[in-house]
């Protein structure tokens, strides 16, 4: 299984960005794909969940309205749109894969993980 998160960058405030995570090596709509990220000296945290077919998601509270996400499995990509970015969205963003195909938020209830890319928002 494979997993590869791409689209960070560099960007100012209140610009958007849009990451793409490309799936290998499993049945992709079988799995909800979820997005996390990780800023320096924290935890990993929740972002927002997609279930297998597509047709029901979960966001972090913090996140919801700015940030949406999407997938689409004849192509074995999701995405994560990010709108309106801030300096605290300052993070590595990982996409990972969940077996169990719900609308799972915690770190552990995923089974596959990308590498990240960076995502920098300066003021």
């Known amino acids: 299984v494979q997993l590869q998160a791409s689209g960070g960058g560099l960007v100012q405030a209140g610009d958007s960005l849009r990451l793409s995570c490309a799936a290998s090596?499993?049945?992709?709509?079988?799995?909800?794909l979820g997005w996390f990220r990780q800023a320096p000296g924290k935890e990993r945290e929740f972002i927002a969940v997609?279930?297998?077919?597509?047709?029901?998601?979960k966001y972090a509270v913090s996140e919801k309205g700015r940030f949406t996400i999407s997938r689409d499995n004849a192509k074995n990509t999701a995405t994560l749109q990010m709108n309106s970015l801030k300096p605290e969205d300052t993070a590595v963003y990982y996409c990972?894969?969940?077996?169990?195909?719900?609308?799972?938020?915690?770190?552990?209830?995923?089974?596959?993980w990308g590498q990240g890319t960076q995502v920098t928002v300066s003021s």
């Open positions: 990972s894969l969940d077996i169990n195909n719900g609308l799972a938020s915690a770190e552990y209830e995923y089974e596959y």
């Open positions: 090596g499993i049945t992709f709509r079988n799995y909800a």
């Open positions: 997609i279930i297998g077919n597509g047709r029901s998601s």
